[in-house]
């Protein structure tokens, strides 16, 4: 006898009964790397669109805090990213309105600087200290251990 597989729908002929239904939260999460292009808007709050490839522009408004995150991270940093989250908003001809944005700034560290190095320019001798293993047995003194030879 052969199994059937179960038939799938399109987004819009889908029907999911409202008991089978949990309520969930969307958010969203943008990773960027440059400085945006803002425009000033009500009481210093700053404005700008991120482009998130095609028909994916995302409208954000933060406040002059918020911003003034950004604008250190660009002047104190040589290379840093930053985290945008929010919720998903209002729908515009290109994309969405970021709702209650928030970031969080990140300095990026060059990936070639991982060995330091002694004050002589040769690299330092000590390797990563391991952590003693959890489950291994203490070593008995040597007083305590038998002779097995006799």
């Known amino acids: 006898m052969q199994k059937r597989r179960p038939r799938l729908y399109n987004r819009e002929e889908a029907f999911i009964p409202?008991?089978?239904?949990?309520?969930?939260k969307l958010e969203i999460s943008i990773k960027i790397n440059t400085l945006p292009d803002s425009q000033t808007i009500d009481n210093g709050w700053k404005s700008f669109t991120i482009d998130c490839g095609?028909?994916?522009m995302i409208s954000v408004t933060v406040r002059p805090k918020v911003w003034k995150k950004l604008?250190?991270?660009?002047?104190?940093?040589?290379?840093?990213?930053?985290?945008?989250g929010g919720q998903m908003g209002a729908a515009t001809k290109q994309g969405f309105v970021l709702e209650q944005p928030n970031i969080q700034v990140f300095e990026k560290k060059a990936k070639g600087a991982s060995a330091p190095e002694q004050s002589n320019g040769q690299p330092s001798q000590n390797?990563?200290?391991?952590?003693p293993d959890p489950f291994a047995r203490p070593a008995k003194p040597a007083s305590e251990k038998r002779d097995l030879t006799s």
């Open 71 to 84: 604008e250190e991270a660009h002047v104190q940093f040589p290379q840093w990213v930053a985290s945008i």
């Open 18 to 24: 409202a008991k089978m239904t949990i309520p969930g």
């Open 54 to 56: 095609e028909r994916r």
């Open 127 to 131: 390797p990563k200290s391991v952590p």
